[in-house]
């Protein structure tokens, strides 16, 4: 799930939101003003740049089929490419689960549905100075999702559909997430989508809508995890650290609606909290009312999901996720190609920043050309560890919200 904690002994995943805010390597003190840093309008050459990072998996490589040992056409083909380190960082354990769903899939000839709650709107200012639409990190998730779908068409006639059941909504109220803003980043969202999965490889699915049709139940599961909040149940916090739940929840409530400058941001994010910080004191309160309303619906979330996504989504559906599970063997799934490799943060809790192997300060493209040397690699991170950079640049949607950072051409 795209929330920032996570609840169940048998869950046991790690916080999807550890916030590195503070770390010191995010808060960096550079020589040049903000307002010094290069800045200018995304071109069609940075567009390139980002459809060659969302591309650069080759599941029809001879050498990755004969590693995966694939046969075409076949459920256990399908099975070990999913399962394979290239897609999946949940390692091998997970095969036995997910596999005789696919093999279902395949023996009724349907295709494969991988199901995936993500995109949650993040409104924490040292994460996202600038954006409420999607930044181009998001854009390469959606491209990459999109690759992988086409290319195991070719592989599996029927194909393989991602569902991502976004829960910027759901979970918009408790992260303090104005309506209109939730609103603006899901149109935005389903645009991209449109313009990129335009065979429909890629779907976009509202999680509060799926569970409309449980409102009671959902309730009543919202009251039981209060109660367990209240009672401060030790199985609410088996895998995770009241502490780490609380900081992780802090770390993504919305800042934007608080007036808070670059230096309140650092004195509240930052290594070295200021405790006379004003806004020290408000941003408790809120992430303490939050976590409880976090940790409250989770629960009513886990209790109905899986009635939830067999009705929708048929009884051979596989769940993907984007935690490392640690209890549950689940199909961890790379939302973008560097994802739990080279880059820790999700999409939407950072930006991104470009780069080629071997340079990690921006990507080749300084002559015009985006397709360079060497493998093009996203590198998502708070915006505070690259806002006022003089080595790189900001580069801009129309609207002046961030795209993506690379180096000053």
Same mark, same amino acid.
């Given at each position: 799930?795209?929330?920032?904690?996570?609840?169940?002994?048998?869950?046991?995943?790690?916080?999807? *939101?550890?916030?590195?805010?503070?770390?010191?390597?995010?808060?960096?003190?550079?020589?040049?003003?903000?307002?010094?840093?290069?800045?200018?309008?995304?071109?069609?050459?940075?567009?390139?740049?980002?459809?060659?990072?969302?591309?650069?998996?080759?599941?029809?490589?001879?050498?990755?089929?004969?590693?995966?040992?694939?046969?075409?056409?076949?459920?256990?083909?399908?099975?070990?490419?999913?399962?394979?380190?290239?897609?999946?960082?949940?390692?091998?354990?997970?095969?036995? #689960?997910?596999?005789?769903?696919?093999?279902?899939?395949?023996?009724?000839?349907?295709?494969?549905?991988?199901?995936?709650?993500?995109?949650?709107?993040?409104?924490?200012?040292?994460?996202?100075?600038?954006?409420?639409?999607?930044?181009?990190?998001?854009?390469?998730?959606?491209?990459?999702?999109?690759?992988?779908?086409?290319?195991?068409?070719?592989?599996?006639?029927?194909?393989?559909?991602?569902?991502? #059941?976004?829960?910027?909504?759901?979970?918009?109220?408790?992260?303090?997430?104005?309506?209109?803003?939730?609103?603006?980043?899901?149109?935005?969202?389903?645009?991209?989508?449109?313009?990129?999965?335009?065979?429909?490889?890629?779907?976009?699915?509202?999680?509060?809508?799926?569970?409309?049709?449980?409102?009671?139940?959902?309730?009543?599961?919202?009251?039981?995890?209060?109660?367990? #909040?209240?009672?401060?149940?030790?199985?609410?916090?088996?895998?995770?650290?009241?502490?780490?739940?609380?900081?992780?929840?802090?770390?993504?409530? *919305?800042?934007?609606?608080? !007036?808070?400058?670059?230096?309140?941001?650092?004195?509240?994010?930052?290594?070295?909290? *200021?405790?006379?910080?004003?806004?020290?004191?408000?941003?408790?309160?809120?992430?303490?009312?939050?976590?409880?309303?976090?940790?409250?619906?989770?629960?009513?979330?886990?209790?109905?999901?899986?009635?939830?996504?067999?009705?929708?989504?048929?009884?051979?559906?596989?769940?993907?996720?984007?935690?490392?599970? #640690?209890?549950?063997?689940?199909?961890?799934?790379?939302?973008?190609?560097?994802?739990?490799?080279?880059?820790?943060?999700?999409?939407?809790?950072?930006?991104?920043?470009?780069?080629?192997?071997?340079?990690?300060? !921006?990507?080749?493209?300084?002559?015009?050309?985006?397709? !360079?040397? !060497?493998?093009?690699?996203?590198?998502?991170?708070?915006?505070?560890?690259?806002?006022?950079?003089?080595?790189?640049?900001?580069?801009?949607?129309?609207?002046?919200?961030?795209?993506?950072?690379?180096?000053?051409?």
């Amino acid at each position: 799930m795209s929330t920032t904690l996570t609840m169940s002994v048998n869950d046991g995943t790690e916080p999807i *939101n550890p916030s590195y805010l503070s770390e010191s390597k995010n808060w960096p003190e550079f020589t040049t003003t903000p307002g010094e840093q290069a800045t200018r309008l995304a071109d069609e050459n940075d567009r390139e740049l980002v459809r060659i990072a969302s591309t650069q998996h080759d599941l029809l490589n001879r050498n990755f089929l004969k590693q995966t040992r694939a046969n075409v056409g076949t459920a256990e083909g399908l099975i070990s490419i999913l399962c394979s380190g290239t897609l999946n960082f949940n390692g091998a354990v997970v095969r036995d #689960v997910i596999a005789p769903r696919i093999a279902a899939a395949c023996a009724a000839g349907e295709p494969v549905r991988i199901v995936m709650p993500v995109f949650c709107k993040i409104g924490n200012r040292a994460k996202l100075m600038f954006n409420q639409r999607p930044s181009a990190a998001e854009e390469v998730s959606l491209r990459s999702l999109t690759h992988v779908a086409r290319q195991l068409s070719q592989w599996y006639s029927p194909g393989v559909l991602f569902s991502l #059941v976004t829960d910027a909504r759901l979970y918009g109220s408790w992260l303090r997430n104005p309506a209109p803003t939730i609103t603006a980043y899901n149109n935005s969202l389903r645009q991209l989508r449109d313009e990129i999965s335009t065979n429909g490889e890629v779907e976009l699915i509202e999680y509060d809508e799926l569970l409309s049709e449980f409102s009671r139940e959902f309730e009543q599961g919202i009251h039981a995890g209060m109660q367990r #909040v209240v009672l401060n149940d030790p199985e609410l916090y088996a895998a995770l650290s009241t502490n780490e739940i609380y900081e992780s929840v802090r770390a993504s409530i *919305n800042t934007s609606t608080l !007036g808070m400058t670059y230096k309140d941001l650092k004195e509240c994010f930052g290594p070295q909290q *200021n405790p006379d910080n004003p806004f020290l004191a408000v941003l408790a309160k809120q992430a303490l009312e939050s976590t409880a309303s976090m940790l409250a619906g989770r629960h009513a979330c886990r209790s109905l999901e899986p009635r939830l996504f067999t009705r929708r989504f048929g009884p051979n559906y596989v769940r993907a996720t984007i935690h490392r599970a #640690v209890a549950t063997p689940v199909l961890g799934l790379r939302i973008y190609p560097d994802y739990k490799r080279s880059s820790q943060q999700l999409p939407y809790h950072g930006v991104p920043l470009f780069y080629r192997d071997g340079d990690c300060r !921006g990507s080749d493209s300084r002559n015009g050309d985006p397709r !360079g040397r !060497g493998r093009v690699k996203m590198l998502v991170a708070p915006e505070t560890r690259f806002y006022g950079d003089p080595t790189l640049e900001r580069v801009t949607h129309n609207d002046g919200e961030t795209y993506f950072y690379q180096s000053v051409k």
